[in-house]
């Protein structure tokens, strides 16, 4: 009798429920009563990826109605959980993934005696969160009309089109258009540089809801800078190597500069060759007590230099075995040989034969070896046919322009003297060697002169300021 008192009580309560709380489901001996979703879930914009999910709030006679909440990409096929426990019709939550579409699921339930109840869900429809869209692409659509065009994003409602002649600040909004255009035509000064952004928005219960601007396009676009093909840069430390940003082979002193500055320019995409002087001593340079005993004389027009018995072992030895193996585990492309003029001043068979012996020494360390100046011996050797087992390129100074060392002034080379050279180089580039010229402040008309004659030809130059190669 008992039994059947409590059994009647539950299923009282159960069509009770069923009555006033038509989500409810029920244990599986009252199947028979039928249950029926009542209302939808809505869920709107409050920021650009910030979603408000709300619904009819349900009551039950003596008991709380308490609400699961949850979501699901549209396209998913499995529900997360959200809110499992709440008593309110709404809830908030902030920072979903921008440009995706969700659903949201609310199940009501009651607790009675114990017992769970759950009250079929109701569903939203889906809505897209907004997203940063990428920089416009801006084109000229006529002569007034700059045409900005961009990604339509889904879910929006239209975009804005902002302008300014700063990178970052002073935008003004220029366009507005709805959510069926992809592109719009904005009224412009003519070959006026602007900044432009776009940004997506929502109309949600009559506001705007905005999605983060997209990063900024300037039109028209400042013309790339050319790099240039080469330049000599000796007289400067690492610390000058934004003189270098331009260029995509440099010469450089070694000694100024770090492995680490190196690999940066590396990275940068340039070529770096190191300054080697292989037939003369500076007497700046660490070593120069250690083999003054060599001296050859006093450079000319170059007080603190001496040019060097290249036939000494102890020097061959030097350049090879121990300072060019320090260049080259610095990481350098290639190696820029100085003073092979030593031979002009000198014109011996010991003095030649040196030079050789220093060359071969080098070649071992699979660089490329660039001669700077030393026609004489580099003639010799295109005459013997030993000339690209030695080395890949000459370097010529003064070859268009000329150095007046008393008042450090530069101008047009003798002609004689330019005829001589471009003879010369036409024979050193039928052997086979790369030919790079070194000029030294050309005027534009001579610069102009220097460019046909090198690109005729298939050579590299530099047009440096001054002697001090800065």
């Known amino acids: ?175 507005r258009v709805s959510y069926k255009y992809s592109s719009a035509k904005v009224r412009t000064k003519t070959n006026k540089p602007y900044y432009y952004k776009v940004r997506a928005y929502k109309n949600v219960n009559g506001k705007r809801i905005y999605a983060p601007w997209s990063s900024v396009t300037l039109f028209p676009a400042p013309a790339k800078e050319q790099l240039k093909e080469y330049g000599v840069f000796l007289g400067i430390n690492e610390g000058d190597s934004a003189k270098l940003k331009q260029y995509k ?51 000319e027009d170059w007080p603190d230099e001496r040019w060097i018995d290249v036939s000494a072992s102890e020097w061959q030895s030097f350049i090879i075995d121990e300072l060019s193996k320090q260049y080259a585990d610095m990481g350098l492309d290639g190696l820029f040989l100085d003073n092979a003029d030593v031979y002009y001043i000198k014109e011996t068979e010991d003095i030649y034969r040196g030079l050789c012996t220093i060359m071969t020494g080098l070649k071992d360390y699979n660089i490329p070896l660039i001669i700077n100046g030393g026609d004489t011996f580099v003639s010799r050797v295109i005459e013997e046919g030993t000339a690209r087992t030695l080395f890949d390129g000459v370097n010529q100074e003064t070859v268009f322009t000329k150095i007046n060392f008393d008042n450090h002034t530069y101008g047009a080379q003798d002609e004689e003297e330019t005829e001589y050279f471009k003879d010369y180089l ?16 050309a005027n534009q008309a001579l610069a102009q002169k220097i460019d046909d004659y090198c690109a005729k030809n298939g050579f590299l130059w530099y047009n440096a300021k001054g002697l001090e190669l800065d």
């Open 426 to 441: 036409a024979e050193v580039k039928k052997s086979g060697l790369k030919v790079y010229l070194l000029e030294y402040g």
């Open 249 to 299: 082979l440099v010469v450089i002193e070694p000694s100024e500069f770090s492995v680490q500055k190196i690999q940066e320019l590396h990275a940068d995409g340039k070529k770096v060759y190191g300054y080697l002087n292989i037939g003369s001593l500076e007497e700046y340079r660490s070593y120069y007590d250690r083999f003054e005993h060599l001296s050859l004389g006093v450079y």
């Open 1 to 175: 009798m008992d039994n059947l008192k409590k059994t009647t009580a539950l299923l009282v309560a159960i069509i009770m429920l069923a009555v006033l709380f038509p989500f409810a489901s029920v244990p599986s001996y009252a199947k028979s009563i039928t249950v029926k979703p009542r209302g939808k879930v809505s869920a709107k914009l409050y920021g650009y990826n910030d979603i408000y999910v709300s619904w009819k709030k349900q009551t039950v006679k003596g008991t709380s109605v308490r609400y699961k909440v949850e979501y699901k990409e549209s396209a998913g096929d499995e529900y997360n959980v959200l809110v499992s426990r709440t008593k309110k019709n709404n809830c908030r939550q902030a920072d979903f993934e921008g440009g995706k579409s969700y659903k949201f699921k609310v199940t009501p339930y009651v607790t009675k005696d114990g017992v769970v109840y759950s009250g079929k869900a109701g569903y939203s429809s889906s809505i897209y969160t907004l997203k940063k869209i990428n920089a416009p692409k801006v084109t000229k659509a006529s002569k007034k009309y700059t045409r900005v065009k961009w990604n339509n994003i889904r879910g929006e409602s239209g975009y804005q089109i902002a302008r300014s002649k700063y990178k970052t600040k002073k935008f003004s909004i220029v366009k």
